[in-house]
């Protein structure tokens, strides 16, 4: 495994962390799940990513069972808050007492008395950015929170934040987690730039494209058994990316992965690595093979020529567009 520094921050974590979405206590069993976390464990991943909201907290309680029992400290683990976790108007959003509570129910389900990063898993547009940042600011002097990060947040609300918890003395945001994959690079013209103004390094999810980029959804042909696209809720997700001229033209990436002696999870994964902006890739996983397979793509290099052909091959079919990063309105 590799490390990098979390932006400009001291912390260091592994430059491929291993995610929960979908899988912990919903997609795969729980046995399952432990075997994903222990074979990350093996393969030298110290990051571990999660959120209240996956599987409504069951993901977090399946992750700190499967933790139990290693070093605390030699560990890194980042959850979020925004997404409703209950019925009540403020089980949800970026209040004071939404994080608060949100914060230590994590805490309770993970099984640990700190996270190293906690996360504003989207903007809240009906709370005072104040609000949010003093709010995060008190986990942190509390310890309950190392540091503290965002998710999906557009440049111009990153510049404010860091803005005002300058202004207001507080503890600034050193990371940021959108999307980002060979197809959707939409945080490359703007989310970026202003990242690194900022010192802020991004943690990047769903960099093979939920599964697309290993080349296993073939076009024209049902997906296969078991798979994400089958999943009533993963298949909702997965389905922006399940367009026949998107599958076509990853099927032409095949032999670019083997002639550069990787496997197409492995091509994707080290594609986003190779952009220093980025601090980690997470990668999400329903079965322990798939966890070895793709982090074998940590400290591989991809050449000029190499990066320069997937372009030539994907084309049109790459999302580059600022305005698709967004998060809601009003608070779901
Ligand atoms: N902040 C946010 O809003 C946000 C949103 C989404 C995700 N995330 C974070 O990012 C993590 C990763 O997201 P993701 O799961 O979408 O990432 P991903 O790595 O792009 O996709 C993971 C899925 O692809 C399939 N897969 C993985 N490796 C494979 C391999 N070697 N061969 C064949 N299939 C393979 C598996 O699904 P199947 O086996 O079921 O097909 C696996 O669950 C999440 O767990 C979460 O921590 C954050």
């Known amino acids: 495994m590799e490390f990098r520094h979390l932006g400009n921050s001291g912390l260091v974590i592994s430059e491929i962390a291993y995610g929960n979405w979908l899988t912990h206590g919903s997609q795969i069993e729980e046995d399952a799940a432990t075997a994903c976390v222990h074979a990350a464990l093996d393969e030298g991943i110290t990051t571990f990513d999660t959120a209240d909201v996956y599987a409504q907290g069951r993901a977090e309680e399946v992750l700190g069972r499967a933790l139990k029992g290693q ?48 996360q504003a898993h989207r903007f809240d547009y009906e709370t005072p950015l104040e609000e949010t940042l003093r709010a995060f600011d008190d986990l942190v002097r509390q310890g309950k929170v190392c540091y503290i990060g965002v998710s999906e947040w557009r440049a111009d609300e990153i510049e404010r934040a860091l803005k005002l918890a300058d202004e207001m003395g507080l503890d600034r945001i050193v990371s940021n987690q959108p999307q980002y994959s060979m197809l959707w690079r939409v945080i490359e013209s703007e989310v970026i730039p202003a990242s690194r103004r900022g010192g802020l390094g991004q943690i990047v999810f769903s960099p093979i494209a939920q599964g ?36 076509e033209r990853v099927q032409r990436l095949v032999p670019l992965a083997e ?58 079919s790459i999302r580059r567009d600022p305005a698709l990063t967004v998060s809601p309105e009003q608070r779901p």
């Not at 949800?92 to 309770?108: F, T």
């Not at 980690?280 to 093979?289: K, Q, T, Y």
């Open 71 to 118: 070093r605390r400290d030699g560990l890194e683990i980042l959850s979020k808050v925004y997404w409703p976790v209950g019925p009540g108007k403020n089980d949800r959003g970026l209040s004071r007492k939404h994080i608060v509570r949100g914060c230590e129910a994590s805490l309770r389900r993970l099984g640990t008395d700190y996270l190293d990063l906690y």
């Open 212 to 247: 697309v980029l290993t080349g296993k959804y073939r076009p024209g042909q049902e997906a296969p058994a078991g798979s994400r696209a089958t999943d009533e809720t993963g298949g909702r997700f997965i389905s922006r990316f399940l367009e026949d001229d998107v599958l």
């Open 259 to 316: 002639e550069a002696g990787l496997t197409m999870a492995q091509l994707a994964v080290a594609w986003v690595l190779q952009n220093e902006a980025v601090s980690a890739a997470i990668i999400g996983a329903s079965r322990p093979e798939q966890v070895r397979d793709n982090a074998a793509a940590a400290g591989k290099r991809l050449d000029a020529d190499l990066m320069r052909r997937i372009d030539e091959v994907l084309g049109d």
